[in-house]
């Protein structure tokens, strides 16, 4: 057990910290938090800023408090660090980090730490599905519903499936069955809510949408007058520095095709409008804008049943809503439709 605790600490690569357990691990948790947006700041810059601060507190509380009860939960954070690391900036070697530090912790588990490196591994393995083929989707369908099996009392079960269900948008049946079945296992009465955005939302797939705003720039949209052509929706908000980074895939992407194959609508959530300005300020977007100032209470955000951010919509040239996870592969799902 020394021997392989100490193979972990050199794979670490860090020195101890000065602090108590307790001193760190605030530290560690405090990072919960998530990143500070500033007005105008780089979406991708400052999550990758908070990815730093977030490794560096995990590595030295592991590397300073080998022994402590915390140091496993420690390292399974650090894990799931590396894996977004891997994901955020393409880096291979993090996620091969990632896994030769799960194999060490399920070597050294205990029965009742089993349970957590099970649940790890298959939320790795979810990390990167929305770019992977079916077998793979299917393969991560698997192990979630095995998880249930094997861990039946485990409260995380039904959120895994959930999240598991997000990667199922166009298959509706496979979708509708996990969410139900979710619901089935769960009183956690946020997660029952969750769940009823998301079978709303699947009961809009395929349907004509009824979407209708006053811009932010004081212009009224209606997206009938856009029929004829496909609509990309991006929900986002100053707030969320993915939905930030998704505002500039997203033109990126447009920006690819001819100008007027496509047309982009916001749909944004902050609370403020000097946060509103600040986002159209970084990204230079000149897309018709939703705003009322009331982020997830809002009456068009709550009428779409939107939960998550970021969240990419696509509409076809009828106005029908053909995909609810548009973010990938942005441009070709666009070409498809206009040639339909």
């Not at 022994?67 to 660090?81: K, P, S, V």
Request: net charge positive; glycine share 6%.
């Amino acid at each position: 057990m020394k021997a392989l605790t100490a193979a972990v600490l050199f794979a670490l690569g860090v020195a101890a910290w000065a602090g108590s357990a307790d001193e760190d691990w605030l530290a560690v948790t405090a990072l919960d938090r998530g990143p500070q947006m500033r007005a105008g700041a780089d979406a991708r810059q400052v999550a990758g800023g908070h990815l730093d601060r977030q490794e560096k507190a995990l590595r030295g509380f592991v590397a300073a408090h080998p022994g402590d009860q915390r140091a496993f939960e420690a390292q399974l954070r650090l894990t799931r660090l590396l894996e977004i690391r891997g994901g955020f900036q393409g880096s291979e070697k993090a996620r091969a980090e990632a896994k030769q530090l799960l194999d060490a912790l399920e070597k050294s588990a205990t029965p009742e730490q089993r349970v957590e490196v099970d649940f790890a591994r298959v939320t790795r393995l979810m990390r990167g599905a929305q770019k992977a083929p079916a077998s793979l989707r299917e393969q991560l369908l698997a192990a979630a519903r095995r998880f249930h099996v094997e861990h039946p009392g485990d409260r995380r079960a039904p959120e895994l499936l959930v999240e598991v269900a997000t990667l199922f948008d166009q298959q509706p049946k496979v979708k509708s069955a996990l969410l139900n079945d979710a619901n089935a296992l769960t009183i956690d009465p946020a997660l029952k809510g969750r769940i009823a955005d998301d079978l709303r939302r699947l009961d809009l797939l395929g349907t004509r949408l009824k979407l209708s705003f006053q811009s932010a720039q004081g212009a009224a949209v209606n997206v009938d007058d856009f029929l004829g052509r496909p609509v990309v929706v991006v929900f986002f908000a100053d707030f969320s520095p993915p939905s930030m980074d998704a505002v500039a895939r997203v033109q990126r992407a447009l920006a690819t095709l001819d100008k007027n194959t496509a047309v982009a609508l916001g749909v944004n959530l902050d609370p403020k409008r000097e946060a509103l300005d600040a986002a159209l300020r970084a990204t230079g977007l000149t897309w018709p804008v939703a705003f009322d100032g009331r982020s997830w209470e809002g009456e068009l955000v709550r009428s779409l049943s939107i939960n998550a951010l970021p969240t990419v919509w696509l509409l076809d040239k009828q106005g029908r809503l053909r995909s609810l996870n548009a973010l990938e592969e942005t441009a070709e799902k666009v070409r498809q439709l206009t040639r339909e």
